[in-house]
């Protein structure tokens, strides 16, 4: 059994489990399926917003995709649920990403 199915037998246990669709989006993404992966990363924004960590990479998935409208609006999701939730880490690492997505890099 591989990664993705041990995954979706977890899921089948509990359809609900946040951390198991977030690392089915994970592993679709390890093996190169973008769609899947972006079909579990809008699905936990949706279902679980405030679960912090979706939007971070769901930003990155859209970028990679050439949705940088997409991907900035997802950061700034993101940055409000950081704030809201007093999680600074995240909080800066998603300001750091909407700064690269709207052009104002670092290099």
Do not use: N
């Amino acid at each position: 059994m591989d990664r993705i199915e041990q995954l979706e037998a977890f899921l089948a246990e509990d359809p609900d489990d946040t951390f198991t669709r977030f690392a089915l989006a994970q592993e679709h993404l390890k093996q190169d399926a973008p769609e899947r992966a972006l079909a579990y990363f809008e699905d936990l924004v949706a279902t679980d917003p405030g679960y912090v960590g979706t939007y971070y990479h769901l930003g990155k998935l859209y970028e990679r995709m050439g949705r940088t409208e997409d991907a900035i609006a997802t950061y700034e999701q993101g940055i409000e649920h950081a704030r809201a939730q007093k999680q600074t880490k995240d909080l800066s690492e998603l300001q750091d990403a909407l700064l690269q997505a709207q052009g104002v890099g670092f290099d």
